[in-house]
């Protein structure tokens, strides 16, 4: 039981701000209250708020982030289905789950003893132009498969699926670089899931949550450069 309490004292008590233990639970908060008055998919709401608190506790540098990321990939995975998102689908299935199990056993290697919080890292400048090169060729292969499978949202798709996969992949690795991965898919996350709402989707509340996905990704990108530039 001691061991118990500790963990979730260094969870989600050690290393927030004050500001941050007030805002982050009012996000999830309205979250909830929107897609309860607007009559959303239940399984797009728990997909929110599990989604929510993965990128909140994932920015925190905290390892619990990936039991609500697996969570949360399952909600989504059915959301993606159910819209015929089929990049997404495999993306979340095939990629995320194992990476995120994978993720829990890579970060429990590089755990600050103080805050059991990540150590994190940053690419070289040759990491990053072959990192993204490499990402570009395979969303234009990836753009050319979706449009034979019938896909509704190729190009959107096609990005936002290859370049989650090297958002996840830096995640794992615990390079800052992941939040301008965030940054870019997000954004046009939320583009792609405001066309399957406006088109008749109930997923209002998927909408809601990879507005916020982009907003914490611009937050902790502050953030982790400010602690790089503490070192």
């Not at 997909?47 to 990321?69: D, E």
């Not at 429990?108 to 003893?113: A, D, G």
């Amino acid at each position: 039981m001691e061991r118990l309490r500790k963990y979730l004292t260094d969870e989600f008590v050690t290393g927030w701000g004050k500001y941050e233990r007030i805002i982050f639970p009012c996000v999830l908060l309205v979250i909830l209250i929107l897609s309860v008055t607007l009559k959303d998919n239940p399984v797009a709401t728990v997909s929110a708020v599990f989604g929510i608190s993965y990128t909140i506790l994932a920015g925190k540098g905290k390892i619990s982030c990936y039991f609500f990321g697996l969570a949360g990939t399952l909600c989504y995975s059915y959301l993606s289905y159910k819209n015929g998102l089929f990049g997404n689908l495999a993306l979340y299935m095939c990629y995320y789950f194992p990476m995120q199990i994978y993720g829990i056993f890579k970060w429990r290697q590089h755990l600050k003893k103080d805050t059991a919080e990540i150590i994190k890292t940053k690419l070289s400048d040759k990491e990053r132009i072959l990192y993204l090169l490499g990402a570009i060729i395979l969303t234009v292969i990836g753009g050319f498969i979706l449009m034979q499978l019938h896909d509704k949202n190729p190009v959107l798709d096609a990005i936002t699926s290859i370049f989650s996969i090297l958002g996840m992949l830096f995640t794992v690795k615990r390079c800052i670089e992941q939040w301008h991965i965030w940054i870019i898919v997000n954004g046009i996350s939320v583009i792609m899931w405001l066309q399957a709402y406006f088109s008749g989707s109930n997923c209002f509340a998927t909408v809601l949550m990879w507005l916020v996905y982009f907003v914490a990704a611009l937050y902790f990108l502050h953030t982790w450069k400010k602690e790089f530039s503490q070192l």
